[in-house]
T-cell receptor
């Protein structure tokens, strides 16, 4: 069974700072997801990646398949980026996800 | 933009009662999932559903749980006899394919069992 570990668990940053959240997993995968969970509980998919790097606005996700590691970066962080960021990997052939515990990010103005 | 919807947003029930949580996945999606998140814990997979049958389920998804797609749009999760430990946020998700594909999540139903 794949174990998904995220670090840090909690992160406080000042507005404008560059943020990095890390994710490692124990068993080789075909795809990794980064999701955002808002304080109200809703979950939004940010990225799905299987190799290399993806960029969307101020968000960048990278993955190193050999090292079983992925990072999510936020450039020029803003208070509206405050949320829980969750890493998840595919757990079965039908696409069900195994989730990490999440990183709670708080960006102060 | 199409989205996954869930009803109700909050359900309060007495222990031992049956509850049905409802989801409307995105219309051209073929794979459907239920996940749950107990307060303060990580999201956990319950069950996946494809072609009108369960394709995978976790250890959590025991005989007290069932899923159904009663018509072309709804996807339901039934808990037959709720326990206190079933209190959680339940998320429905859907995707076009089950493999390397983005999953779209509904807003969740918060279930409180008293």
């Amino acid at each position: 069974k794949n174990e998904v570990e995220q670090s840090p668990q909690n992160l406080t940053a000042q507005e404008g700072e560059f943020i990095t959240i890390n994710c490692s997993y124990s068993v080789g995968i075909s795809a990794l997801h980064w999701l955002q969970q808002h304080p109200g509980g809703g979950i939004v998919s940010l990225f799905m990646l299987s190799s290399g790097k993806k960029k969307h606005g101020r968000l960048i996700a990278t993955i190193n398949i050999q090292e079983k590691h992925s990072s999510l970066h936020i450039t020029a962080s803003h208070p509206r980026d405050s949320a829980v960021y969750i890493c998840a990997v595919r757990g079965g052939s039908q696409g069900n996800l195994i989730f990490g515990k999440g990183t709670k990010l708080s960006v102060k103005p | 933009e199409p989205e996954v919807t869930q009803t109700p947003s909050h359900q309060v029930t007495q222990m031992g009662q049956e509850v049905i949580l409802r989801c409307v996945p995105i219309s051209n999606h073929l794979y459907f999932y239920w996940y749950r998140q107990i307060l303060g814990q990580k999201v956990e997979f319950l069950v996946s559903f494809y072609n009108n049958e369960i394709s995978e389920k976790s250890e959590i998804f025991d005989d007290q749980f069932s899923v159904e797609r009663p018509d072309g749009s709804n996807f339901t999760l039934k808990i037959r006899s709720t326990k206190l430990e079933d209190s959680a946020m339940y998320f429905c998700a859907s995707s076009v394919t089950g493999g390397k594909d983005t999953q779209y999540f509904g807003p969740g139903t918060r279930l409180t069992v008293l």
